[in-house]
């Protein structure tokens, strides 16, 4: 199965209860898969930070298949995701963690406060 080496990967919540790991109805989560579609700014063994293909902003993926990170685990996402935000960008940010798309695998946006989309955001040099 192609996507058999991926799902090793992404620990031991990969496959949902539910049996459905894609928006599209494909087999396989797409967050799991991390894809390089966009700019990465960072990545480690918890989590990978992208710009969200969608809306332009910086997105903080948990590596593990869980909608439900515990606390501790959501906190430091969310440093994370802050740091990248100063270092890289110049905006005033807020957490996003509606995950509208893909409600199975945590994941969440650095929004501008005030707004939604991220595209032409004023980037540092």
Known sequence: MQWAHMLQKCGPHSIPKSGDMNIFGGDACELCEAARMS????EDDECWIAECESCG???VVWRTHDPHP??????RLHDKLEIVVDTHFEFEMRIDDNMRTIPDHYHAHARPKGGFYGHGLRRKN
């Not at 700019?39 to 960072?42: G, R, S």
């Not at 515990?70 to 906190?75: A, I, R």
């Open 70 to 75: 515990p606390e501790d685990v959501k906190q």
């Open 39 to 42: 700019e990465w700014f960072f």
């Open 57 to 59: 902003v910086p997105m």
